[in-house]
């Protein structure tokens, strides 16, 4: 299995919000400028996340895409599954309804246990870590945090 750079700059979109906006809207230049992903295709990534319900978004000259919960209430699992739609190592371990065909050994072989136990694991390691946790190591890392410039005052 090969993660998509929809999930994968979709996890970093959303970090990236976490981290340098915390609960005020973000637009997608700043992101867009900070992570090196193009604007148009982060507004196509957005339009899913928001889908699942992980952003909403405010119009406006202080409007822009904010985080619809608190990043330890986000995990990397939901954003994945916003953004592939599912997340399956080969299609025999898929339901019924997404297989793109039937195996012929389907419920006979002994190695579709390894693939579903694998798929498990991964989807509990990924849903083990948040935003809150990439945010923590970030800070961790050194990774200096930007301050909005919307939202800086002179005087």
Not at 2 to 22: E, I, N, Q, V, W
Not at 72 to 97: F, H, K, N, P, Y
Not at 117 to 133: D, K, P, V, W
Request: hydrophobic share 35%; proline share 3%.
């Amino acid at each position: 299995m090969k993660l998509s750079t929809k999930s994968r700059y979709g996890l970093r979109a959303l970090f990236d919000m976490a981290y340098h906006s915390g609960s005020f809207p973000t637009q997608i230049k700043d992101i867009s400028r900070r992570q090196a992903i193009s604007p148009r295709y982060l507004e196509q990534i957005f339009q899913d996340l928001k889908k699942a319900g992980l952003l909403k978004s405010r119009r406006g000259p202080q409007g822009g895409y904010q985080l619809s919960r608190k990043p330890e209430d986000i995990t990397v699992l939901q954003v994945v599954l916003a953004a592939e739609g599912e997340m399956s190592l080969v299609d025999c371990t898929r339901d019924e309804s997404r297989k793109k065909e039937k195996c012929d050994f389907d419920g006979a072989c002994v190695t579709q246990t390894v693939w579903a136990e694998a798929n498990r694991r991964l989807h509990e390691y990924f849903a083990s870590i948040t935003l809150r946790n990439l945010c923590d190591q970030a800070r961790e890392m050194g990774i200096e945090k930007e301050l909005d410039h919307r939202f800086m005052y002179y005087i």
